[in-house]
């Protein structure tokens, strides 16, 4: 099973301010990597696929990159709505797992 | 409207069964994999299992493995789990997602099932 580790496991941030978070993966992945954001009652939320393709209606402030086995999410410039969970996703051979998630807080 | 509306989670005593249901509108069910992905009281999210569009191939967490069956009826546009042996662990939010180039584009809201004495 290919585990999903990522750090921060809280980052503490104010809005204006960039955001990066890191999910490294106990292997090397295809470009099978995704990001989503969860907030408290919600369904979660695709942000990005493919490593660095955005979902549909994703602003563009959110952008992913990364290869092998650590990858990025960034978010350019924090909105007061981006404070929430976020958590990558990888599938191989059809078997998915998820890191354990970042908790994005207002500073 | 493209959604997914699950349904049949409530209370079940621990060794109890229970099937999950989870109905897509709005897009073409049967063109799609499909998944039953869980999060725990307080923990992340689970990827539980999955299943391809045809409904041949299905693949399960360690987890559930040998303890939920994930199968689909595409003509009524639906997805189910059948989840046996039920643990106190396996206490979540349950929801249904549809699969696309390797991640989850479309999840539900979710239904809540609660193992309990």
């Known amino acids: 099973e290919i585990v999903l580790t990522q750090s921060p496991a809280t980052l503490s941030l104010s809005p204006g301010e960039r955001a990066t978070l890191s999910c490294r993966a106990s292997q090397s992945i295809s470009s099978y990597l995704a990001w989503y954001q969860h907030k408290r009652g919600q369904a979660p939320r695709l942000l990005i696929y493919?490593?660095?393709n955005r979902a549909t209606g994703i602003p563009a402030r959110f952008s992913g990159s990364g290869s092998g086995t650590d990858f990025t999410l960034t978010i350019s410039s924090l909105e007061p709505e981006d404070f929430a969970v976020y958590y990558c996703q990888q599938r191989s051979n059809w078997l998915y797992t998820f890191g354990q998630g970042t908790n994005l807080e207002i500073k | 409207e493209v959604q997914l509306l699950e349904s049949g989670g409530g209370l079940v005593r621990p060794g109890g069964s229970l099937r999950l249901s989870c109905a897509a509108s709005g897009f073409t069910f049967s063109s799609y994999a499909m998944s039953w992905v869980r999060q725990a009281p307080g923990k992340g999210l689970e990827w539980v299992s999955a299943i391809r569009d045809t409904g041949y191939y299905t693949y399960y967490a360690d987890s559930v493995k040998g303890q939920f069956t994930i199968s689909r009826d595409n003509s009524k546009n639906t997805l189910y789990l059948q989840m046996n042996s039920l643990r106190a662990e396996d206490t979540a939010i349950y929801y249904c997602?549809?699969?696309?180039?390797?991640?989850?584009?479309?999840w539900g809201r979710g239904t809540l099932v609660t193992v309990s004495s």
């Open positions: 997602a549809k699969g696309e180039q390797g991640a989850f584009d479309l």
């Open positions: 493919e490593t660095s």
